[in-house]
């Protein structure tokens, strides 16, 4: 396929930030794809370029850009990775190259007649380990925010109060139990309403905030209330829900320790802590539990609960790097890795640690950022590799729905 035309421009993100834009076109042929932005990275990520500069970048190589024909995805994937030479990416930009990467998929499938999901898995022929059918798909919705996703409520002149969410895991999730992709996701919509209700009966209407992800953020006593608060719910409601952590550790690391709520922990005093969440709770699945080095620390913990059916998510110890996921593997850090396609900055080179992942009986979580565009790539994404789970933010902002609602279209095959 050879490409005819090429620009990139800024947008905005959902929290207001410069991010690229890429259209890409061939013949009568067009697609667009942008660039999400995290801000809890991990350390080994693609480097992400400044937005300006990523578009002079992109003007010294879009002659070359303009000038072949690219027969596949791996090959337009590699000739990028070949320009920039560097092993983060670090010349190009991995947001550059992404969202490069990504329109040229789009493209491709089009130019071949498929679905986005049915490209994508003509890219890569990737098995999961268990039987899959996209009614399997379990969404993840991250309802209350904490950590670095959170905003300070804003109180009337006058009034005193809490000014910030004191939470220190960064995600509180619920994870629907049903086989239905449909009634999942309308699960999710009706525990967020009472969830609101809830929270603005507990804490008061003007103490009430959304974070980055469109989770609920309040002056919360602590982490283990704010957990006590979802189980109340659905032991309430006797939804089929079950609740998940992204605790993000290397966020509250100090040193060897981590520190929560001001007392310190060392890992050991700190996976006893986990264990007893996860068993009070029945908390089905803990991501980022200990420092993003911590591969040790994650297998401690993996080897306590992963076999009663918990999941033990690696994203800052692997991000999306078949070096960091090898390693995690070999000493049995975990059972299932977070996806997320700007941590490495192509498309090929994701499948490919999704096929490691499999080919290692690991499940696969693919996941939004916290500064999200309207793109629902990763819904195609999701479907398209069989993942276990997809995590999107709260179900209600609409750079967050866009993707809810995509899956769904895709299920329901219209």
Not at 68 to 88: A, K, S, V, Y
Not at 157 to 165: D, F
Not at 278 to 299: H, R, V
Request: glycine content about 8%; hydrophobic content about 40%; overall charge negative.
């Amino acid at each position: 396929m050879k490409i005819t035309g090429a620009e990139i421009k800024i947008i905005k993100d959902s929290r207001g930030q410069d991010t690229l834009e890429a259209n890409l076109i061939s013949g009568n042929f067009s697609a667009v794809a942008s660039c999400p932005s995290g801000k809890s990275r991990g350390a080994h990520e693609a480097f992400v370029l400044e937005p300006k500069l990523a578009i002079k970048k992109f003007e010294t190589i879009k002659s070359q850009v303009l000038s072949r024909d690219f027969e596949n995805q791996g090959e337009f994937d590699g000739f990028l990775i070949n320009l920039d030479g560097t092993p983060d990416k670090r010349n190009l930009g991995g947001n550059l190259i992404l969202v490069l990467s990504l329109a040229f998929a789009r493209l491709k499938a089009r130019e071949e007649k498929k679905e986005l999901f049915e490209y994508i898995q003509s890219v890569q022929l990737i098995k999961p380990p268990v039987f899959y059918s996209a009614n399997f798909l379990h969404p993840v919705f991250n309802v209350i925010n904490g950590g670095v996703h959170v905003h300070p409520p804003k109180f009337p002149e006058g009034k005193l109060g809490r000014a910030r969410n004191i939470l220190t895991f960064q995600e509180f999730q619920i994870i629907p139990q049903v086989k239905d992709f449909g009634m999942a996701l309308g699960f999710g919509q009706e525990f967020y309403k009472k969830l609101k209700e809830f929270l603005e009966q507990k804490f008061g209407k003007e103490n009430l905030s959304l974070g980055d992800e469109g989770g609920f953020s309040a002056n919360f006593e602590s982490d283990e209330e704010a957990i006590e608060i979802l189980s109340e719910i659905i032991k309430k409601y006797d939804y089929p829900i079950r609740i998940g952590l992204d605790v993000a550790a290397s966020q509250f690391q100090k040193g060897e320790n981590y520190v929560i709520g001001g007392k310190n922990y060392s890992p050991e005093e700190l996976k006893d802590f986990y264990s007893r969440l996860i068993k009070t709770f029945d908390i089905l699945s803990i991501e980022d539990p200990f420092g993003e080095e911590n591969f040790d620390d994650f297998a401690r913990l993996s080897g306590e609960i992963i076999s009663n059916g918990k999941l033990v998510i690696a994203d800052d110890l692997t991000t999306t790097n078949p070096g960091r996921l090898k390693t995690a593997i070999e000493k049995k850090s975990g059972n299932a890795i977070l996806i997320k396609l700007n941590q490495i900055g192509t498309l090929t080179e994701t499948l490919n640690v999704v096929k490691m992942a499999y080919e290692n009986n690991w499940q696969a979580v693919v996941s939004h950022r916290s500064g999200e565009t309207m793109d629902d790539f990763i819904a195609d994404l999701a479907v398209g590799i069989g993942a276990w789970g997809f995590k999107s933010g709260a179900p209600y902002p609409p750079e967050r729905m866009v993707k809810y609602e995509r899956v769904l279209k895709i299920i329901q095959g219209s």
